[in-house]
């Protein structure tokens, strides 16, 4: 199976690795397409060594690829986590404001969120509108 984790910038991406490395030992490919700003959570150089594969942060890496449609046309999966109140909001507005918003956007296959924030974060209205509209469609 090929996968797309996508990580967003939350203190909760240190665990992303352990899923990757579980996902990995599973038999699956895996595409880690980290936030810019997940990577001051976990760096680019963990990803690509956990994963055997380039990180691909920003679609103006190899433009030629057209890696924000590409990747998303090509998952089989689009596993989020940590899924942040920030990544929940923009991924229901639609926006696609960096590489892994733009992969939500052209994906053509199941998207898993797992959420990771404060309690105060998750139960804000805000949120748990996001949450709705991404369970609407799917």
Known sequence: MRIILGVSAGIAAYKA???LRLLKE???DVRVV?????????????WAALSGQPVTVTPWE???EVPHVRLGQEADLVFVA???ADLL??????????????VLLTARCPVVYAPAMYTEMWEHA??????TTLRQRG
């Open 89 to 102: 909001a923009r991924a229901a507005a639609g926006m696609a404001g960096d590489l892994l918003t733009a």
């Open 26 to 28: 599973s038999g699956h």
């Open 17 to 19: 690795c352990e899923l």
């Open 62 to 64: 190899s433009v030629h």
């Open 82 to 84: 940590p899924a942040t």
């Open 126 to 131: 805000a949120t748990q509108a996001a949450v």
């Open 34 to 46: 980290p936030t810019p700003d997940a990577l001051r959570f976990v760096g680019e150089p963990t």
